[in-house]
């Protein structure tokens, strides 16, 4: 029954990605949807803020902190409107960014890499080549969401909205699914005679890792 639960939790957030990706290139390809995509932009990252406002420990000063800048992002929603594209763009390019920093941080000297850690969640003690090759999975995962982050930013700048919004809305996350399975391949090859874990297994690992932050 848990692990129904999960994958109908995992089946619903895909769900809402897509809608929401489905409605931002809309709104980019439709002229006239100003509103609609200075909505796209907004309502995500003011949804995420009230959720951790709500929770945190300072939410007596976070909330109407949150009610304030709510509140002058409506009073300027007008001329933000006319520029939407630009909300859209600093979303896409933010989160890949924060992503990369998420693995990269965990790579400095006396950390444990992002990636390790998952394998330690599957696997409990690791080999000594498993260690090495989750680190080097850290780094690629790192350089992969950089990457991301600017082939959207020179699409942004150099090519058309249409063309920018198909790559950030459309190709970006399927490229996250190439790469997981790309990273499996390259570990059923590197890794031959070592335990070996299912996407199944990383996510558990993710989610167990959420849960103990």
Do not use: K
């Not at 300072?58 to 009610?67: G, K, S, V």
């Not at 992002?73 to 909300?87: Q, V």
């Not at 989750?134 to 991301?148: E, N, P, Y």
């Not at 499996?184 to 335990?195: N, T």
């Amino acid at each position: 029954m848990d692990r129904l639960t999960g994958i109908v939790r995992a089946a619903a957030g895909v769900a809402a990605v897509v809608a929401y990706q489905v409605g931002a290139h809309y709104a980019v390809a439709t002229p006239g949807m100003h509103g609609f995509g200075l909505a796209m932009a907004l309502v995500p990252p003011l949804a995420i803020a009230l959720v951790a406002a709500a929770r945190a420990a300072q939410r007596a000063w976070l909330l109407p902190l949150w009610c304030v800048v709510s509140g002058a992002l409506w009073m300027l929603h007008e001329p933000l409107s006319r520029h939407f594209e630009w909300g859209l763009y600093l979303e896409h390019a933010s989160f890949n960014l924060m992503m990369a920093y998420a693995f990269g941080r965990t790579l400095s000297a006396g950390r444990e890499p992002l990636c390790t850690r998952f394998a330690a969640i599957v696997h409990g003690t690791l080999t000594p080549r498993i260690a090495r090759y989750s680190r080097q999975v850290t780094v690629a995962w790192m350089l992969f969401f950089l990457a991301t982050a600017a082939v959207s930013t020179l699409l942004f700048a150099a090519a058309s909205i249409i063309t920018w919004s198909t790559f950030a809305n459309y190709v970006s996350l399927p490229l996250v699914g190439v790469m997981f399975a790309a990273e499996y391949l390259c570990r059923c090859l590197v890794l031959r005679g070592e335990p070996r874990s299912s996407l199944f297994d990383a996510v558990r690992a993710y989610r167990h890792h959420r849960q103990s932050r």
